[in-house]
């Protein structure tokens, strides 16, 4: 299924791509993934000085705003898909199909720890791409430095919108901080 | 009790004892036998490649997850103190009510901050030695602050740290009284490592600045109750060794916004970040070893503070901050080629000395 690489590399691939084809598993991850993600900055949510209930709120409001980044992300593939390789649009097909990529990100919890984050943030975020560009490959028949092509703008429109999130999240907590510590 | 009665007693206690590890010993090895015997297949099996390197990446994957959950409970201390649920954070407008007539005189206070084997108020034997010398050397217009703990947030050390109190207090026991170097050792590191997490947390951009003002809060508290106010005050000087100098440089900015004064921050072998909020402050200065290792790899470790990452805080201060080197040759970073060690204690609290002269001049 997968071109040869190298017999431990390609076998690692192959065994990603069996783990994605056996979760059987389409679009509802996104929502779980959101969670994980929101719940990485819970902590912004008490430097806000939130009360618990309002703190809940913000968490599934930011799951949801997550999960949208990321099917616009996957609506993205397809409009790629579509321009580069002349496969018809059907994007709740292929979100059913490439939903299982994003498995790595139920662990995007893990990002909340301090001192290692970035590192956990990059990994987790690399082996999403990667499995996008296996599921590419298995689904679509597309090799693997095209995929790279076709599954970057949606990868990038996916991270900014992540990142304008987190970042207006802790911008407000500095800003309940610099109000403490000024007045 | 007659003293050869006690001694008769304590030499049967450690009888029994061994009597009771070798019976142990003995019954594992039968067990153990046993065991292997009737597992030899799947124990073969283990041995192979395949599973050890599936073993191994499942002990990977285990570490990296206790890490980050033992920072993320770390980070929630921090966060149920700034909320508030712990108690004892204070108003920042209440610090320094009123000036009282019998305040202290002094203008300039050092506060020294350790590094990461810090584990209660009192500082080891030969820290406080360096910090005597220090006292002495220091004009009679400044005073020197020492027993903060640098690595927490609350007014009391970690043996008093609410819902873990009982696990440190323990640890400590263990840590000076265990017979075995090795569980002593052992706990020393859990101590060293809580503190890392610490440091780690202060120079996270997202968390960094609720715990620095927690720790900020905390000095100024010290800084009150020793007769600091910022009418007759005019600088604060924290003085950092090793992590203590990232903890340094953290809190400082807050510390000039809680006290009004200026606040200078001088790193003795320091490691640290760059990622803290420098811009207000006008002089950070740092005594180096030129042997130390440790100094050294954490330049690495923090990024911020390479030439390749023009925009971090750190190198956008150098552009226009007064940052005083002292290099001194052939000091390590601790133990006898240490900063407070006989040989090279006085060169350290001569540099600390100098740059508080040409600070306080300029």
């Known amino acids: 299924m997968l071109d040869p690489v190298g017999f431990p590399l390609s076998a690692l691939l192959e065994s990603m791509v069996q783990t994605m084809l056996a979760m059987d598993t389409g679009l509802g991850l996104v929502i779980g993934v959101g969670l994980s993600m929101s719940a990485s900055h819970l902590f912004s949510l008490l430097a806000n000085r939130l009360c618990l209930r309002q703190i809940a709120l913000q968490m599934v409001l930011d799951a949801l705003v997550l999960s949208l980044a990321l099917s616009l992300g996957i ?28 498995w790595p990100g139920l ?58 999130v987190f970042a207006q999240r802790w911008r407000t907590s500095y800003n309940t901080l610099a109000r403490e510590v000024g007045r | 009790m007659e003293p050869s009665a006690a001694i008769q007693h304590h030499r049967n206690h450690l009888r029994l004892g061994w009597r009771v590890v070798v019976i142990l010993l003995l019954i594992t090895s039968v067990l153990a036998f046993l065991g292997v015997s009737a597992v ?74 350790d590094g990461i084997h810090q584990s209660e108020e009192d500082h080891p034997p030969r820290v406080s030695e360096f910090l005597q010398h220090l006292e002495q050397a220091i004009d009679r217009d400044s005073l020197l602050v020492k027993g903060i703990e640098a690595y927490t947030i609350t007014p009391v050390g970690l043996k008093s740290t609410p819902f873990a109190h009982w696990f440190w207090q323990r640890l400590f026991s263990l840590q000076e009284h265990h ?14 490592a809580n503190n890392v997490i610490k440091v780690g947390i202060s120079s996270d951009r997202r968390y960094g600045p609720v715990m620095n003002y927690e720790l900020a809060l905390k000095i100024a508290r010290r800084l009150a109750a020793i007769g ?38 001088i790193t ?95």
């Open chain 2, 40 to 113: 030899r297949q799947d124990a073969a099996i283990l041995l192979k490649p395949e599973s050890i390197r599936e073993l191994l990446i499942m002990a990977g994957a285990l570490v990296v997850v206790v890490v980050a959950l033992v920072g993320v409970y770390s980070v929630m201390v921090d966060f149920v103190f700034w909320e508030g649920w712990m108690r004892g954070l204070p108003d920042p407008r209440d610090l320094f009510p009123a000036l009282d007539p019998n305040t202290s005189g002094h203008r300039h206070y050092l506060v020294y901050l």
């Open chain 1, 75 to 102: 609506l993205c593939h397809s409009l790629m898909l579509t321009l580069m390789e002349h496969v018809p649009p059907q994007p709740i097909m292929m979100a059913n199909r490439m939903g299982a990529a994003l």
């Open chain 2, 228 to 265: 600091f106010h910022p009418s007759r005050a005019s600088r604060v000087v924290l003085v950092g060794y090793s992590g203590g100098g990232e903890m340094a440089i953290g809190a400082a900015a807050m510390l000039q916004k809680l006290c009004h004064v200026p606040v200078h921050v």
């Open chain 2, 268 to 362: 003795v072998c320091g490691v640290f970040s760059g990622n803290g909020d420098l811009e207000t402050l006008e002089h950070v200065s740092m005594v180096v070893g030129s042997k130390d290792p440790v100094a050294a790899l954490g330049r690495i470790a923090y990024p911020g503070r390479l030439p390749l990452l023009p925009l971090s805080n750190w190198n956008r201060w150098l552009t226009y901050g007064r940052l005083h080197r002292y290099e001194i040759p052939a000091m390590s970073h601790n133990g006898n080629s240490g900063p407070f060690s006989r040989d090279y204690r006085d060169k350290v609290v001569a540099a600390i000395c100098s740059e508080l002269a040409l600070t306080q001049a300029g």
């Open chain 2, 179 to 192: 017979p075995n170097g090795w569980v002593r050792f052992l706990c020393s590191f859990c101590v060293q």
């Open chain 1, 107 to 164: 662990f995007y919890v893990l990002v909340a720890a301090p001192y290692i984050s970035d590192l956990i943030a990059v990994t987790l975020l690399a082996w999403i791409h990667l499995n996008v560009m296996l599921l590419l490959q298995v689904h679509y028949g597309i090799p693997l430095q095209e995929g790279l092509v076709v599954s970057l703008p949606g990868f990038v429109l996916a991270l900014v919108l992540i990142a304008l």
